[in-house]
Nanobody, 117 residues
């Protein structure tokens, strides 16, 4: 599976962005998926996750109520809608399988989100 993230941009605090992740391969549609982010000098962290059918989602406390994860399996695409962005949301955002380690797909190039105060 090859992953391509897009949609990142420079926005002011309080703004919104929509991220997309497209993938090749049928494995994308049968796995739980997640968005991760990595800020400068910090480790990559899971931000939001969604089950294979989209029926259940998970968010870290820092983004609850502001971010929404969704997926369109027919289009092999994962989304992250981000509202009320804060400077601390500044990071490179990646998509991948929802797991704690041992990712088998490799990582895409990510998409940069920068939130100015």
């Amino acid at each position: 599976v090859q992953l391509v993230e897009s949609g990142g941009d420079l926005v002011q605090a309080g703004g919104s962005l929509n991220l997309s992740c497209t993938a090749s391969g049928s494995a994308f549609t049968v796995n739980a998926l997640a968005w991760y982010r990595q800020a400068p000098r910090k480790e990559r962290e899971l931000v939001a996750a969604i089950t294979s059918g989209g029926g259940q989602t998970y968010y870290v406390d820092a983004v609850k109520g502001r971010f929404t994860i969704s997926r369109d399996n027919a289009k092999n695409t994962l989304f992250l809608h981000m509202n009320n962005l804060k400077p601390e949301d500044t990071a490179v955002y990646y998509c991948n399988e929802a797991r704690e380690s041992g990712w088998t797909w490799g990582w895409g190039q990510g998409t940069q989100v920068t939130v100015s105060s």
